[in-house]
């Protein structure tokens, strides 16, 4: 008989305890995850996941002392580094956009439904981007500032040569997760199923080197100036 998969090891951080004991909650209640340590800032962090090796890192973005950008950064430079999906309350759009520069996985609101945060540690687990729409939209118009003519063009043509390795429902999927749209919205604006949409993202993701849908949205916003 093949043996039990191990669960999902989980470290939480956030400098609020309320914040902790909730998402320790929801987490421990799952028979596939487990919440294996805590910490209250990004010092504190690092030495949890040194100490415990978990898959996956719920960090909160501001903290007092280390923030959870810089302590993602230090995490993701490491040789075998946990997912790390931010925690956020969406007042730091320009700190999760340099998260998810930095290589974070993704994201999720503090007022996300238990069920979708449970689902994106566990995506998150496997090694796959988690962003839900909104959020993407969000930080899309966050990274979107005024540009040089010059560098506009620049960009333009790198993006441009990138998504030239699309397919046509691939660049279709791509501009929807561009305008923020999640998969059964792609899906009932391609008539497509739910499944060939993951496909057509999966191959983005693979095609032009993409960690999560913000790379994916900014490449076609890029490509459309």
Do not use: C
């Amino acid at each position: 008989m093949e043996s039990e998969r191990e669960p999902v090891r989980v470290v939480i951080v956030d400098d609020e305890q309320l914040v902790r004991l909730a998402l320790r909650l929801v987490i421990d209640g799952e028979p596939d995850l487990t919440v294996v340590a805590e910490a209250a800032d990004g010092d504190a962090a690092l030495t949890v996941v040194e100490e415990h090796r978990p898959d996956v890192v719920l960090m909160d973005i501001r903290m007092p002392g280390r923030d959870g950008l810089d302590a993602t950064r230090e995490l993701l430079a490491r040789p075998t580094p946990p997912g790390v999906l931010m925690l956020t309350t969406f007042d730091s759009d320009d700190l999760v956009l340099g998260a998810l520069r930095a290589g974070a996985l993704g994201f999720v609101l503090k007022d996300t439904p238990p069920a979708q945060i449970l689902d994106a540690v566990r995506t998150v687990a496997g090694g796959n981007p988690v962003l839900s729409p909104a959020a993407t939209a969000r930080v899309i118009a966050a990274a979107t500032g005024p540009q040089s003519p010059g560098t506009r063009r620049s960009s333009r043509r790198a993006a441009r040569q990138q998504l030239s390795a699309l397919t046509e429902r691939e660049l279709d999927t791509a501009r929807a997760i561009a305008d923020g749209l999640g998969n059964p919205e792609i899906a009932e604006r391609l008539h497509i199923s739910v499944g060939t949409v993951k496909a057509h993202t999966g191959s983005l993701f693979a095609k032009l080197a993409a960690e999560n849908r913000v790379q994916i949205a900014l490449l076609v916003r890029d490509a459309e100036e």
